[in-house]
């Protein structure tokens, strides 16, 4: 059974300037252990998709289910799900230092979620806080746990951000484009030590980037966003092997590494909908290349596609159409979708 299963998801805001219908028809679990990747352009819905979930989002209209082991966090009340952030689900955000106080010693930070949350005491969670800054990789942690965050590095703080969210002990860490700011070798390696964690204490995490090769190499799971919308969700190996939907195709092809295999680099021609308005159609049909009239007719939903069982694309092409520029053979079926029965 799933940790969180999302269901149908819609939050919308209403501005000066009108409606913004920031995400619309979202759907997808995350299990115990796993990791989930949301990938999508800047403005596709990644962060409010998590911020509505959790009670983050001031002001939007939400709609739909959230369920985390067992009760429903879009019908809780503002006591309730704070009582959550704190106990089940710990947040990481790409800036560190608007999440830590600036004025408290990070091991007090650290220390004082124990206390609060483990009912410690104060000398045994600050020596737990050592241990766990140890583990994410803080050189002397028995002296930087008397260091304010700005003593800090960014990848160092960002270190801490997840010691911080360990001493939660929750079921499940969102992580919200936590490696963004920081350069490619740190990221890497803040990446592995959230795995490495997430081992050890066998916690799931959503991990949100707009980076498809970060999902590569940590996540178990993919759903890919456009426009507010789910355009596919499957296991990783399927949305890079059997990628269905013209958009995660396009992703693909404009990633260096992926396109130096096929020996193109395509960006996505066009831009990406304005949200200021109900999107009737397929949101991608305006950027589409194999774009037809089924897709003007409503936005598609998620229905099963490929060979793997779970991979859903919301596309009105053939469902068994899979695998990247794939030619449809004499049959008329597409070439790659050799596994089919
Ligand atoms: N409080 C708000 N009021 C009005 N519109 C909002 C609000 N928060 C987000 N939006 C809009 O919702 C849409 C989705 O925003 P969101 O922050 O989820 O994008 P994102 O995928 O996380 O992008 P990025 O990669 O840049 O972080 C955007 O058009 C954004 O402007
Ligand atoms: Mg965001």
Known sequence: MALLEVRDLRVSFDTDDGTVYAVQGMSFSVGAGQTLGIVGESGSGKSVTTQAIMGLAPGAKISGEAVLDGADLISMSEDELQRIRGRKVSLIFQDPLTSLHPLYRVGHQIAEVMETHGKVAR??????????????????PDKRVRDYPHQFSGGMRQRVMIAMALAYEPMLIIADEPTTALDVTVQAQILELLGRMQQDFGTAVILITHDLGVVADVADD????????????????????????????????????????????KPIQGYPPSLMRMIEQCPFAPRCAQVRDACRVAPPPLKPVGSSPGHLSACVLDANRVGLASEPDEAGRAVGAAEER
């Open 222 to 265: 993919v759903v890919i966003m456009y426009g507010g919308r789910p355009m596919e969700r499957a296991d990783v190996r399927s949305v890079f092997v059997e990628p269905h939907h013209p958009y995660t195709q396009g992703l693909l092809e404009s990633i260096p590494s992926y396109s130096g295999r096929t020996g193109r680099l």
């Open 123 to 140: 000398k045994e969670a600050i020596r737990r806080a050592v241990d766990l800054l140890g583990r994410v990789g803080i050189p002397e």
